[in-house]
C-alpha cells in the first residue's frame, strides 16, 4: 500500500505564531491520536492568510477516514475554502534525500 501524504490549506486570520500553538494546543493533542498518522507539520502563512497541514498517513484508508472527520470538523468552525491534495510518497527517495517518514527515525 505504501505511505500517504496530505496536504489542507485554507484561508485564515490568525492567530499566528506563539499565539496559534497555545490556542491550538488541545487540538494538536487530539489529532495526534488519530489512527494510522504518523505526524502532522502545521503550516502558517500570516501574509497571506492562510494555514494548513501535511501529514503523513501509514495507509489510504487511514487518509480517508481522517480527511472525512476533518472537513466535518474544519466547516464547524466555519472554514471554508478548504484545499485538499493526496499524494503517493516515494519512500526510496525521500530516504536519500533525509526525509523522515517517521518519528521512530527522527533524530535532533
Known amino acids: 500500500m505504501g505511505l ?21 494546543s488541545e487540538l494538536a493533542h487530539k489529532l495526534s491520536e488519530t489512527p494510522g498518522l ?10 497571506d492568510g492562510e494555514t494548513g497541514g501535511i501529514y503523513l498517513f501509514e495507509d489510504a484508508s487511514s487518509l480517508d477516514t481522517f480527511l472525512t472527520e476533518h ?27 533525509g526525509g523522515k517518514l517517521n518519528w521512530g527515525t527522527f533524530s535532533s
Open 38 to 47: 504518523l505526524w502532522k507539520i502545521w503550516i502558517e502563512n500570516s501574509h
Open 71 to 97: 472537513i466535518t470538523r474544519l466547516k464547524s468552525f466555519g472554514i471554508e475554502n478548504i484545499s485538499t491534495k493526496q499524494f503517493d510518497v516515494n519512500e526510496q527517495l525521500t530516504q536519500i534525500t
Open 4 to 24: 500517504k501524504l496530505l496536504q489542507i490549506n485554507f484561508p485564515f486570520n490568525g492567530p499566528w505564531g506563539n499565539e496559534m500553538a497555545q490556542a491550538y
